[in-house]
């Protein structure tokens, strides 16, 4: 049964909704049942879980169906919503990398840029973002809504926008990026009633802060050595330059025991030169959360 005090949220269904899983897992939060259910468990009597598109989340948000949601930049302005922005997330299906929303056509065509189109018909999901971008550039199209699939219909019309993460897919499809009209990251929206009461804003915070904290330390881990005395200075220097490292004495007390954390992608090289300034004993250590 739930509490009488319930914050409903929305989670994007779809290409997001694995990675908001995931991520949820990684903040300390048990879901379960989101396979064979629109309204997942979750181990918080508290919170209430609904599945929505993203496409369609800002506006139960600002409609105050939902308390709170998950979605992308790119949705809040295509459907102009009214919301209050929480925070920036910064994950997506395949990488911490933000989408864009991209204008492409085939490698055959002769466009080159936006103005090229006049006259034209633009393909897309993203219509209204996509007749304002044609309308500030004063270049006249006509703007269709695409059900999905849009880059089969690259060939079919003069032109697409398409949401991409890697390019990957535009380039399988012989296509070729001519301008972008937004990079777009996840959101996390409140409606803004529901942040005018104290309950429901402190529980929006709260997991704000453990949702972030799990977006850093997937990044990130703990590097941990003893050095001597007399080469600490030196292995400091090694250290990336923003970082203070924690240093405490040991038993020998020629030596310290040092620990800092690292962007994991620096550790590779960090270690080597660590070893090589006469740091020993290094060992990693992964991160559950990581709050600043």
């Known amino acids: 049964m739930l509490s009488e005090k319930v914050l409903k949220l929305g989670i994007p269904k779809g290409s997001l909704q694995n990675a908001t899983f995931d991520l949820f897992e990684r903040a300390g939060f048990n879901v379960s049942g989101f396979e064979r259910s629109y309204f997942p468990r979750i181990d918080d009597p508290e919170i209430q879980l609904i599945l929505l598109r993203a496409q369609e989340m800002s506006r139960y948000v600002e409609d105050g169906v939902l ?9 809040i302005q295509e459907n102009n919503s009214d919301v209050h922005e929480v925070c920036e997330l910064m994950y997506s299906k395949a990488t911490a990398n933000p989408t864009r929303w991209v204008l492409a056509v085939p490698n055959e065509s002769p466009v080159e840029k936006a103005e090229d189109l006049e006259g034209g018909i633009i393909a897309t999901e993203l219509v209204n973002a996509t007749k304002r971008f044609f309308e500030q550039k004063n270049v006249n199209v006509k703007v269709e809504f695409s059900w999905g699939a849009t880059e089969v219909k690259a060939r079919l019309v003069n032109g697409i926008v398409e949401l991409t993460e890697t390019g990957s897919s535009l380039k ?31 529980k929006i915070e709260s997991m704000a802060i453990l949702l972030n904290a799990a977006i850093d330390a997937k990044t990130r881990v703990g590097l941990k050595m003893n050095v001597k005395k007399k080469d600490l200075d030196t292995i400091i220097s090694l250290l990336p330059a923003e970082k203070s490292p924690t ?17 994991e992608k620096v550790e590779r090289e960090l270690i080597p030169q660590l070893k ?8 990693t250590y992964p991160l559950n959360k990581v709050i600043h």
């Not at 020629?254 to 962007?263: C, K, Q």
């Open 67 to 75: 308390d709170a949601g998950f979605t992308g930049y790119d949705w």
């Open 276 to 283: 090589r300034g006469g740091a020993s004993g290094i060992f």
């Open 172 to 202: 399988a499809n012989n296509l070729k990026i001519i301008d972008t009209l937004m990079t777009s990251t996840t959101r996390f929206i409140a409606n803004k009633e529901a942040w005018r009461d104290d309950f429901k804003k402190q």
């Open 247 to 263: 240093v405490s004495p040991l038993a020998d007390k020629g030596y310290v025991a040092l620990e800092i954390i690292v962007e």
